[in-house]
């Protein structure tokens, strides 16, 4: 029961939901005196005096102690890399429709993209387990611990929708088309400040509206379309 994941060795703790290094840059300090404020569908305005302590930004799904720093760290620094890119020039990126890579990332950009997908294929596995969400997750602990892409995985860059005004970061209910027991398609988003990733996991039928402006590391390219 308190097996990580994603080795199902001896699980320590939960993955932050929203990177704290996303909720930092957004929010500053945070402190007791100074909390941010939980919204769940069930209660809204729960103050949250500590991004690195407190329990309702993390996952109920553990993962041990070298999951979380040595395996899975390149993912979390190419996703921070990323988002710190795109939210510092964030009009210029939409108006351009494109974001390029080799501005984002030096050196092995094909890695970092990878790695970037990594990041989410590991927040999509700690959701699965928390919300018992009938996607298979052994393709999930392969990619993790193999550094190799989820072929099911698809990720597209887009505006964060509501009101941009307020500062807001967050991650919307998983939508999951369920068919005989198991979920065929299924799609959620993660917002940041002006910004929203859409996790897509996708089988069989690939249609080209939903695969619109979606990048995998098994198509490389080095410039990725912003999804308007
Ligand atoms: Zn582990």
Request: proline fraction near 5%; aromatic fraction near 10%; charged fraction near 20%.
């Amino acid at each position: 029961m308190n097996k990580c994941w994603i080795c199902e060795k001896q699980g320590n703790t939960g993955e932050h939901l929203i990177k704290a290094s996303d909720l930092k840059t957004l929010f500053g300090e945070v402190s007791q005196s100074s909390p941010l404020y939980f919204h769940t569908s069930k209660a809204k305005n729960i103050p949250v005096g500590s991004i690195k302590r407190s329990k309702r930004l993390k996952s109920d799904a553990l993962i041990c102690n070298d999951c979380n720093s040595r395996k899975t760290q390149p993912y979390d620094r190419a996703w921070e890399q990323l988002s710190i890119y795109l939210r510092s020039n964030w009009d210029t990126h939409y108006h351009s429709g494109m974001v390029d890579l080799t501005k984002v990332f030096r050196g092995n950009v094909r890695e970092s993209v990878l790695y970037v997908h990594l990041f989410f294929v590991k927040l999509f596995g700690c959701r699965i387990i928390q919300d018992n969400v009938p996607i298979n997750i052994a393709p999930f602990q392969y990619s993790l611990l193999h550094a190799k892409p989820h072929k099911n995985i698809y990720l597209s860059i887009g505006p964060r929708p509501g009101e941009l005004q307020k500062k807001y970061a967050g991650v919307t209910p998983i939508e999951s088309l369920n068919i005989n027991g198991g979920s065929a398609f299924a799609t959620w988003l993660y917002m940041v400040d002006t910004i929203s990733v859409n996790i897509l996991y996708v089988t069989k039928y690939r249609h080209p509206n939903v695969m619109k402006n979606t990048f995998h590391p098994e198509k490389f390219l080095s410039k990725i379309k912003i999804k308007k």
